[in-house]
């Protein structure tokens, strides 16, 4: 832009159990972290993606924007779950024009809801080749439920800021391991972020999208099975999951049933993965990163690595991003770090990005 700086933006990630938010600056080539807050959010405000008392998540937004004294107004937010479809499909070669006009008719035998209740947007992935080497495109499909955006953005407007960016999870934790892992060629990489609802699964090949869906599974399971198991309250159990000392709870006996969710969660991850492997020519999965909070529990990545036979390494959103010591104390900064990976993928989003 020739006249004053582009429009800052904070990238705003509004979980179903904490708000999470995310200022970057472009500090060279890179980025500097220059604000970064988590807001918690009571149980049962926001539901399987789906926001059930407005007015508390509004305070709460706002709750954060007042303690990290955010001047921005603009903000780039992203939605899940049950609500979103994303498909990468495959269509004859035809101009840009031409695919404008014809996605929602295309759109339709994609998606499973009634094509005037969604909101359609696509990315043309790159060219392909048929069978018969008839020239053909890649698009991917993106459709969320109107109602769902309506919901989110004006919340947030609600919170007296103006969402100029709507993403979806997915493609914000994509983002985020853009600007700090580097695929090598060829390589399949699944990036899966954990959290207390639902648990996004995104598979890149050479760093593209190629897969993605969101299961509602995540770290309330965990707590919920504690909680029934070991007969304590969730708030007690929410405690012995993150390996505090809850009274009369053997760290063990804790262990034990944390591993049956992993187990679980292992194998909704295996029947995705076949999924994606026979809807595409792409064979095995060479790679995964986790995050979101609950990538934070104890022991979970080695479990993976054992149970799905892949290399499960923890992302590091704030790897090649500026952390001023100043600013942020490093350690916290390292320990918290994957509960911000969709925060981080939102905050480098820029004003006029679809
Ligand atoms: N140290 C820890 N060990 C285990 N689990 C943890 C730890 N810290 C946080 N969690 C869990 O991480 C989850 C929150 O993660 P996150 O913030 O990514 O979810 P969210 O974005 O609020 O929810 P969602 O996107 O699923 O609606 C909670 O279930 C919480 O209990
Ligand atoms: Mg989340």
């Known amino acids: 832009m020739f006249f004053g700086k582009p429009k800052d933006i904070i990238g705003l990630d509004i979980g179903s159990s904490s708000v999470k938010l995310v200022k970057l600056k472009e500090s060279g080539k890179g980025y500097q972290l220059e604000r970064f807050g988590i807001q918690p959010l009571a149980t049962e405000l926001i539901v399987d993606g789906t926001i059930m008392d407005a007015g508390m998540v509004v305070d709460a937004i706002k709750a954060l924007l007042s303690e990290q004294k955010i001047k921005t107004k603009t903000a780039a937010i992203s939605v899940s779950g049950n609500a979103v479809i994303v498909k990468k499909i495959t269509l004859p070669a035809m101009s840009e024009d031409e695919l404008a006009e014809s996605i929602k008719w295309e759109a339709e035998q994609y998606i499973p809801f009634d094509i005037n209740d969604v909101n359609v947007d696509y990315q043309i992935l790159g060219s392909a080749q048929g069978a018969e080497g008839q020239p053909q495109i890649n698009v991917v499909l993106v459709a969320v439920k109107k109602d769902k955006l309506n919901d989110y953005t004006a919340l947030v407007t609600e919170a007296g800021l103006d969402p100029l960016v709507v993403d979806i999870d997915a493609f914000a934790i994509e983002n985020m391991y853009g600007i700090n892992y580097e695929a090598a060629p060829g390589e399949i990489t699944a990036l899966i972020n954990i959290g207390a609802g639902i648990m996004n699964?995104?598979?890149?090949?050479?760093?593209?999208?190629?897969?993605?869906?969101?299961?509602?599974?995540?770290?309330?399971?965990?707590?919920?099975?504690?909680?029934?198991?070991?007969?304590?309250?969730?708030e007690e159990a929410e405690k012995a999951k993150k390996g505090e000392t809850v009274e009369g709870v053997q760290a063990d006996e804790a262990q034990r049933v944390i591993n049956t969710v992993s187990a679980e969660l292992a194998s909704e991850i295996t029947r995705s993965f076949d999924f994606f492997r026979t809807t595409s020519a792409h064979e095995n999965i060479d790679k995964i990163f986790i995050s979101g909070g609950s990538a934070m529990l104890n022991g979970i990545a080695p479990f993976l690595t054992d149970k799905l036979g892949i290399g499960v390494e923890l992302a590091n959103p704030f790897k090649n991003i500026k952390i001023n010591p100043k600013d942020f104390d490093p350690e916290y900064i390292q320990h918290i770090a994957p509960i911000a990976a969709v925060a981080v993928g939102l905050g480098i989003r820029k004003v006029g990005d679809r």
């Open 201 to 234: 699964i995104n598979i890149l090949k050479d760093g593209t999208f190629a897969f993605a869906r969101d299961i509602s599974i995540g770290g309330n399971r965990y707590t919920e099975t504690i909680q029934k198991e070991l007969g304590l309250s969730y």
